[in-house]
């Protein structure tokens, strides 16, 4: 594909990304509507409160967990029904389904929760949670209408609450709270819950219908099967082929290939993930309910060990997959010794972040698309949310280590030349190998009369075409067939050099670049010259004969041009 036509796609993508995904967000602050308060914040507003209204004396170097907590079933609800306009003008101010759940921990092993408005800093519920309740109180909270009638009694003198707009549904929770129901409408089939425990608890919950609660376990459930099936079985399957072609292949690559890739991959996201230990939280707990510690340390545990499996499954994937392509003759990931590094790198880096803004609008739309065509909507996540980050800013940093570093595409050459190979049309042989014929003629590897004269002085044909990228072969020896790729790059300096080669050599090498990688090509007759085989020693052994007896006017530099050009 031309720079052109990625650049404009790009561009398209980018556009549509921009009006469907970031403006829509950043639109509120435009207009000055409020935005969200810091951890930091939460955490001072709910130690005043707990100062205020129950004599805790606790500073702000106190103990304190903060979460971003919020009920995700109501916000699908909510999207499903289109309700989200009469909550936010009715309910949000009061009843939000996202809040700062900030627990305070007492020297005495107590917890209290303090449930915060994310935008107002209002206090909007809170819990307190002591000693486990005796044979005797458990025995008294089972008289429903004793408790009930209690509550109701109590939330008369909280001033922030009008106890006539509150009915009791007759049961309780496990813990022992009443459950009162507001008798406001306005959310279709789905109710505000108030949960009283005079003197404990005293917050709220959204009660939705029975049927779209079991939509929602069976979409979940649905969705852990996809997660299995799709994702946790691949990935197994790919880590064994890994494994098994990096064992295969070892003798084209090394195994400190993808070492750097695995470790950063490793580091950065278990970082990430212990930046993202309140999220864990949020996905263990919920809107009233406080996570144990213990938990949450299991939950991380749990998913380190994850990361460091889905390391080595990138490591083994690097070292496999680099000697899979060499053994084919092809270099997808260049190393940096290599003279072609820096452009290979930035020509991938462009179309790579090209591409992804085309996969950014183009999700944007599929999305939207389905949304409208498939009745399919979303709730919240709080587990994953930037508010339940310690350092909200190594987000962008983590993400960078999804690039693909073998996407590494070939480089756009500036010398163009017209190829004479078309007045030959019975040498003529198409697809890519033309192609590869125009890119060595480009390059100075192949001299373009090459492809007019006939046959050589000393009988063999001229030039053939090669499996190897831009480098046609001269020596009959390659009808055997060999995918090696050092053997190849040994028969790529067999062809004659005359003073076409030579004055082509002047002009697209003036700095003499091929000199810099003359020590990988006393690599490759190296390790050609240590392989067990005895077509390895037998080509290597021929490779130093003719290089000593100057045979076919054996170039060093040409040589080292192939090695440019197929690294």
């Given amino acids: 594909?031309?720079?052109?036509?990625?650049?404009?796609?790009?561009?398209?993508?980018?556009?549509?990304?921009?009006?469907?995904?970031?403006?829509?967000?950043?639109?509120?602050?435009?207009?000055?509507?409020?935005?969200?308060?810091?951890?930091?914040?939460?955490?001072?507003?709910?130690?005043?409160?707990?100062?205020?209204?129950?004599?805790?004396?606790?500073?702000?170097?106190?103990?304190?967990?903060?979460?971003?907590?919020?009920?995700?079933?109501?916000?699908?609800?909510?999207?499903?029904?289109?309700?989200?306009?009469?909550?936010?003008?009715?309910?949000?101010?009061?009843?939000?389904?996202?809040?700062?759940?900030?627990?305070?921990?007492?020297?005495?092993?107590?917890?209290?929760?303090?449930?915060?408005?994310?935008?107002?800093?209002?206090?909007?519920?809170?819990?307190?949670?002591?000693?486990?309740?005796?044979?005797?109180?458990?025995?008294?909270?089972?008289?429903?209408?004793?408790?009930?009638?209690?509550?109701?009694?109590?939330?008369?003198?909280?001033?922030?609450?009008?106890?006539?707009?509150?009915?009791?549904?007759?049961?309780?929770?496990?813990?022992?709270?009443?459950?009162?129901?507001?008798?406001?409408?306005?959310?279709?089939?789905?109710?505000?819950?108030?949960?009283?425990?005079?003197?404990?608890?005293?917050?709220?919950?959204?009660?939705?219908?029975?049927?779209?609660?079991?939509?929602?376990?069976?979409?979940?459930?649905?969705?852990?099967?996809?997660?299995?099936?799709?994702?946790?079985?691949?990935?197994?399957?790919?880590?064994?082929?890994?494994?098994?072609?990096?064992?295969?292949?070892?003798?084209?690559?090394?195994?400190?290939?993808?070492?750097?890739?695995?470790?950063?991959?490793?580091?950065?996201?278990?970082?990430?993930?212990?930046?993202?230990?309140?999220?864990?939280?949020?996905?263990?707990?919920?809107?009233?309910?406080?996570?144990?510690?213990?938990d949450v340390t299991a939950l991380l545990v749990t998913n380190v060990v994850i990361l460091f499996i889905q390391a080595l499954l990138t490591y083994f994937a690097a070292v496999g997959g680099d000697g899979l392509w060499r053994s084919m003759g092809r270099s997808l990931w260049p190393r940096w010794q290599d003279a072609d590094y820096g452009i290979r790198i930035k020509t991938a880096m462009k179309q790579g972040y090209m591409l992804a803004v085309i996969l950014l609008g183009a999700q944007s739309v599929v999305l939207t698309v389905l949304g409208l065509l498939l009745g399919s909507y979303y709730g919240s996540d709080p587990s994953q949310s930037a508010y339940n980050m310690y350092y909200p800013w190594l987000l962008p940093p983590a993400r960078l280590v999804r690039g693909h570093l073998g996407g590494a595409a070939d480089p756009l050459l500036r010398h163009r030349a017209r190829s004479q190979m078309a007045r030959r049309p019975e040498r003529l042989q198409v697809g890519r190998r033309w192609l590869r014929y125009r890119r060595a003629i480009r390059l100075g590897v192949v001299p373009r009369a090459d492809f007019d004269r006939g046959p050589a002085r000393d009988g063999r044909m001229g030039v053939r075409p090669c499996r190897l990228r831009g480098v046609p072969l001269a020596d009959p020896v390659h009808r055997a067939h060999d995918h090696r790729r050092s053997i190849r790059l040994v028969y790529a300096a067999f062809r004659p050099a005359g003073r076409h080669f030579r004055a082509r050599r002047a002009r697209f090498d003036p700095d003499g670049r091929a000199d810099a990688v003359r020590r990988t090509v006393v690599r490759q007759y190296r390790r050609l010259r240590q392989r067990p085989s005895a077509g390895g020693r037998r080509v290597a052994d021929r490779l130093a004969a003719r290089t000593a007896a100057g045979r076919d006017g054996f170039d060093r530099r040409h040589f080292a041009l192939a090695e440019l050009e197929n690294c």
């Fill in 1 to 294: 594909m031309r720079s052109s036509k990625w650049a404009t796609a790009a561009a398209i993508g980018l556009l549509i990304f921009l009006f469907m995904q970031v403006l829509p967000a950043i639109i509120p602050a435009i207009k000055g509507e409020s935005a969200a308060i810091g951890r930091s914040e939460a955490k001072r507003i709910a130690l005043a409160y707990a100062s205020e209204r129950w004599g805790m004396d606790l500073g702000e170097g106190s103990e304190a967990t903060i979460t971003h907590v919020g009920d995700d079933r109501m916000a699908a609800y909510m999207t499903k029904h289109k309700l989200t306009d009469e909550y936010d003008r009715d309910w949000d101010a009061r009843y939000p389904t996202d809040v700062y759940a900030v627990d305070l921990h007492a020297a005495d092993g107590s917890v209290d929760r303090v449930s915060v408005h994310m935008e107002t800093g209002a206090v909007v519920g809170w819990a307190r949670v002591g000693d486990a309740m005796t044979d005797a109180e458990k025995a008294a909270v089972r008289d429903v209408e004793a408790q009930t009638a209690k509550a109701l009694a109590w939330l008369k003198t909280q001033p922030e609450f009008d106890a006539s707009s509150w009915e009791p549904i007759g049961s309780l929770t496990e813990g022992g709270s009443v459950i009162l129901q507001s008798r406001k409408t306005g959310l279709s089939d789905a109710h505000l819950q108030l949960l009283v425990q005079p003197d404990k608890v005293l917050t709220y919950r959204y009660a939705l219908p029975v049927s779209f609660a079991e939509e929602i376990a069976k979409q979940r459930k649905i969705a852990d099967k996809l997660s299995m099936t799709g994702f946790l079985l691949p990935q197994i399957v790919m880590f064994v082929l890994a494994v098994i072609y990096a064992a295969a292949c070892r003798g084209w690559t090394s195994f400190k290939r993808g070492l750097f890739l695995s470790a950063a991959f490793f580091v950065m996201y278990a970082g990430f993930m212990f930046n993202l230990r309140p999220g864990l939280r949020a996905s263990s707990s919920g809107m009233n309910a406080i996570a144990a510690e213990s």
